[in-house]
C-alpha cells in the first residue's frame, strides 16, 4: 500500500529565510508525488508533482522537490520564504491501482512565515 | 474560467438534518471527487466517480451518498446528519490520464452540523 507522512505538522520561518517541509513516501513501485498548497479559506493548488522525467521539480511561486529514492523522500524547499506562502502544505501520492487516479494525503505542514 | 465550484460555501445543520452539496466542473473531466478534510488527518476519499452515471466508494463513505446523473455535477448527499460529519467537505474532477495526472479542487464546503 502507498503512502505518505509529512515529518513536521508546523513549521516556523522568517521571511527572506529558506523554507523546508519534508516528506517521505512509501511505495511498491515507481510513485507519483505531488505537492499542494491550501492557503486560508481556499482550495487546492497544485505546486508541483514528480512525473519521473527528473528528480529535481521546480514549480510555481520559486518553490521546488527533489525525488531521492534512496531516502523514499520528497521534500519541499524555497530559498526565501515570503508572508505570502504562509499556508498549509500536502505531500500527496497517486496511486493507479484501482483504476482511477487515487490521491493519497498526507496529515499536511502548516507553513507560519515571520517578518 | 471557473474550473470546479462547490455550492454552498458554508452550512449549519441540526443532526438528524438532510442536505446536498452540489459540485459543478467546466473542465469536461471524466473523473471527479469527494473528499473530507479533517484537523490532523489531511483529505480522505469519501466517493469518487469515473464517469457519467458511476459512482464508487472510497474510504469513509459511511453516511454519505453521491450521484453523477450529468458529467459536469457531481452531489453529496447526507441524509441524516451526525455531528461526526462536521468538516471541510472538497470536490475535485481530473482526467483519467494515469498516476501523472493532477487533480483540480474547488474551494471547499464548511459543514458544522450541531
Known sequence: ?115 | NAGVTQTPKFRVLKTGQSMTLLCAQDMNHEYMYWYRQDPGMGLRLIHYSVGEGTTAKGEVPDGYNVSRLKKQNFLLGLESAAPSQTSVYFCASSYPGGAYTEAFFGQGTRLTVV
Open chain 1, 1 to 115: 500500500a502507498q503512502s505518505v507522512t509529512q515529518l513536521d505538522s508546523h513549521v516556523s520561518v522568517s521571511e527572506g529565510t529558506p523554507v523546508l517541509l519534508r516528506c517521505n513516501y512509501s511505495s511498491s513501485y515507481s510513485p507519483s508525488l505531488f505537492w499542494y498548497v491550501q492557503h486560508p479559506n481556499k482550495g487546492l493548488q497544485l505546486l508541483l508533482k514528480y512525473t519521473s522525467a527528473a528528480t529535481l521539480v521546480k514549480g510555481i511561486n520559486g518553490f521546488e522537490a527533489e525525488f531521492k529514492k534512496s531516502e523514499t523522500s520528497f521534500h519541499l524547499t524555497k530559498p526565501s520564504a515570503h508572508m505570502s506562502d504562509a499556508a498549509e502544505y500536502f505531500c500527496v501520492v497517486s496511486d493507479p491501482a484501482g483504476g482511477y487516479n487515487k490521491l493519497i494525503f498526507g496529515a499536511g505542514t502548516r507553513l507560519a512565515v515571520h517578518p
